[in-house]
């Protein structure tokens, strides 16, 4: 079986940081994903950021074409508000997600510049989190995904060891998202349900978050309407309101929750040779959870690497791009990500 990194970084984000270039001023950053793109066009000398607009740009979810003019969209919006050309930008990085960021590279490229990266999602994530240093981003939102980089010696200098886990879908993964919490709720339900399972109050929590007028029509639903991924994932917040109010299975939910996302976490670690202290960014909507969530996979990480770092990330993915952006064109360094982090909030 072939054993090589799921994702890996481009050259230019990995290795030494290269040379300043001349004039260089004006980075973009975008996050792509399977609703909305966000585009960042940041002038790091006037330390003013703007923000474009665009749809979804996950290929998987809308095609090629409809994914690269999302992202054209809303990099156009950002460029027009930042009063300057395309050929002003000192670097890109566009983050989007899919199982195809090639496809979406060489569109990109025939169309606009072959100087901008493209990477999968999970590259801005981490770099979101760990301000594009060695450490692991975990992202738990809809779906859910691990990544990590650490730093290697080459013959070349140091290079970026990679390694992504989880990140398979709904169907075959998705362990500890949203959509896995929101989906096991309403099995907890069907078990309160038939007696198999103890007595939890999500189940009358799911008859009223889905209109529901009983347990077993709730689970005809789920494949008559169907329900989709979202909606499931949505029934999440209820689960996290009632494990803060002490139901036991829901806290259960996210005790197993976050013993499945920690076993991932722990094989990012080893893959990458990460040891010692490293930050671990906890990403996404169903660490809104709090202690319930985070506390126990704190605690499975620091089984293994108890100098780790855990901390939910305040910054928005798309500064993670930019910061790859600045990096690519020997900025590294120009700007903090506490300060990027203002920006973008100032700009939304």
């Not at 990995?14 to 270039?21: E, F, M, S, Y």
């Not at 950053?29 to 909305?36: C, L, M, R, S």
């Not at 566009?94 to 999968?120: C, F």
Request: proline share 5%; charged share 20%; with cysteine.
């Amino acid at each position: 079986m072939n054993r090589d990194p799921l994702v890996t970084l481009p050259p230019a984000l990995t290795g030494p940081a290269p040379p300043a270039r001349a004039g260089a001023r004006s980075v973009l950053g975008i996050d792509g994903g399977a609703t909305k793109t966000l585009a960042a066009v940041l002038d790091l000398d006037r330390r003013v950021l703007h923000l474009g607009h665009g749809g979804p740009s996950n290929e998987d979810a809308v095609g090629a074409r409809l994914a690269v003019k999302a992202v054209l969209d809303a990099t156009d919006r950002a460029l027009a508000l930042a009063g300057i050309a395309q050929g002003e930008l000192s670097g890109a990085v566009l983050a989007v997600a899919g199982t195809d960021t090639d496809s979406i590279d060489r569109h990109l490229h025939d169309s606009r510049s072959e100087e901008w990266i493209v990477v999968n999602d999970v590259v801005g994530a981490w770099a979101t989190a760990t301000g594009a240093q060695p450490g692991v981003g975990v992202i738990s939102g809809t779906g859910s995904n691990v990544f990590g980089v650490g730093w290697a010696p080459s013959p070349e200098g140091w290079v970026g060891r990679t390694w992504r886990a989880g990140g398979w879908g709904h169907l075959l993964g998705d362990e500890g998202s949203g959509y896995w919490l929101g989906a096991r709720s309403i099995v907890a339900a069907l078990h309160d349900r038939d007696g198999s399972g103890p007595p939890t109050a999500l189940s009358d929590a799911a008859l009223a978050f889905f209109g529901a007028h009983s347990v077993e029509a709730l689970a005809a639903s789920v494949y008559t309407t169907p329900l989709t991924k979202g909606e499931l994932a949505a029934f999440a917040v209820e689960t996290s309101r009632l494990a803060g109010e002490g139901d036991e299975v829901a806290r259960e939910l996210y005790a197993r929750a976050a013993s499945e996302l920690g076993r991932q976490v722990a094989a990012v670690i080893r893959q990458t040779g990460l040891d010692g202290a490293f930050p671990v960014g906890l990403i996404g909507s169903a660490f809104r959870a709090g202690e319930v969530f985070v506390s126990p996979l704190t605690g499975a990480i620091h089984a293994l690497a108890p100098e780790a770092h855990v901390f939910a990330v305040e910054m928005a993915p798309v500064g993670g791009s930019l910061l790859l952006a600045a990096r690519a064109c020997g900025l590294e360094g120009a700007i903090s990500a506490e300060e990027l982090a203002g920006l973008i909030d100032g700009a939304s």
